[in-house]
C-alpha cells in the first residue's frame, strides 16, 4: 500500500507540473479482490481472488476528471473495467472497435447524470470458461455445478461442485442466504440469462456463437521501440 499510495502521488506531481492535470482522467482501480494472503481482505465480501464471489470480482474504483466530474460523488450501478475503452472512445469522440465488444458507455455514470443506469440487464461471472454465476440488479444466481475449477494453471484438476443458490446482494454480501425457494419468479428469470450466455459466450467445451477463436503465435519477439 506505501509503495501505490507514493507511485500514485509521483504520477500526480508529474500531473501537475506537466499542467496536465485540468485535462487527464485519472483511474484508480483493481483487476480483482484480495487473495486473502498477507492481511488482505475483502470484508465484508465472501470470497477471494480467483473465485465468483463478490470479494474476488468487486474492486475499488476512483476516478477525477477535473471539471467535469462531481467531486465527493458516489455511483453504485454496476460497471466493469472492460467499459473503460468504449467510454474513453466516447469522451474522445471518435469510433470504438469496429467488432462487438464486451464493454459499454459508461461516460454518463462518471459524469453523474441523474438518470444514468448501469448498461448491464444481466452480468455473467465466469472462472475460466466456466460459467459460475449472474447478476441481475441487486440479485445473484449461483448455478448448480457439478465440478468447479479451483485453479487458473492447471483446467485439468477440477473441485467439487455445489448446489444452485440465489442471494440479494442488498443484505447479504456474505451471499450465504439462499432465496431460491421464496423467489422463484428471479430463478426463472435468472436461468433464461445462463441460457442465452451459453449459447452466446460458451460454456466450458461448449463453444458459444457470439466468441471468436482464440489466436495462437508460431513464433513471437519482443517489439521495442528504436533507438
Not at 428469470?189 to 467445451?205: F, P, S, T, Y
Not at 463453444?207 to 521495442?224: D, E
Request: with cysteine.
Amino acid at each position: 500500500m506505501e509503495e501505490i499510495d507514493w507511485s500514485t502521488g509521483e504520477i500526480l506531481k508529474a500531473l501537475n507540473r506537466l499542467k496536465l492535470s485540468d485535462s487527464t482522467i485519472i483511474i484508480f482501480t483493481s483487476d480483482n479482490g484480495s487473495n486473502g494472503c498477507s492481511g488482505g481482505s475483502n470484508a465484508p465480501l465472501a470470497g477471494a481472488k480467483g473465485s465468483t464471489m463478490e470479494g474476488g470480482m468487486r474492486v475499488p474504483m476512483v476516478v477525477r476528471w477535473m471539471g467535469r466530474i462531481p467531486a465527493g460523488t458516489i455511483c453504485n450501478e454496476l460497471t466493469t473495467t472492460m467499459d473503460i475503452l468504449p467510454t474513453f472512445c466516447s469522451l474522445a469522440d471518435t469510433k470504438g472497435p469496429a467488432r462487438e465488444i464486451d464493454g459499454h458507455d459508461i461516460s454518463d455514470l462518471l459524469l453523474g447524470k441523474a438518470v444514468a443506469r448501469s448498461p448491464y440487464e444481466a452480468f455473467y461471472y465466469y472462472r475460466r470458461r466456466q460459467l459460475q454465476a449472474v447478476r441481475m440488479g441487486s440479485w445473484k444466481y449461483h448455478l448448480e455445478l457439478k465440478v468447479t475449477h479451483p485453479r487458473w494453471t492447471t483446467p485439468e484438476v477440477l473441485g467439487k461442485g455445489r448446489p444452485a443458490k440465489l442471494v440479494n446482494l442488498n443484505d447479504n454480501l456474505a451471499e450465504n442466504k439462499d432465496l431460491s425457494s421464496a423467489r422463484p419468479d428471479i430463478v426463472k428469470k435468472m436461468k433464461r440469462h445462463v441460457a442465452r450466455a451459453m449459447k452466446e459466450l460458451g460454456n466450458d467445451d461448449q463453444p458459444g456463437c457470439g466468441q471468436r477463436p482464440a489466436k495462437t503465435l508460431a513464433s513471437s519477439k519482443p517489439m521495442l521501440l528504436p533507438r
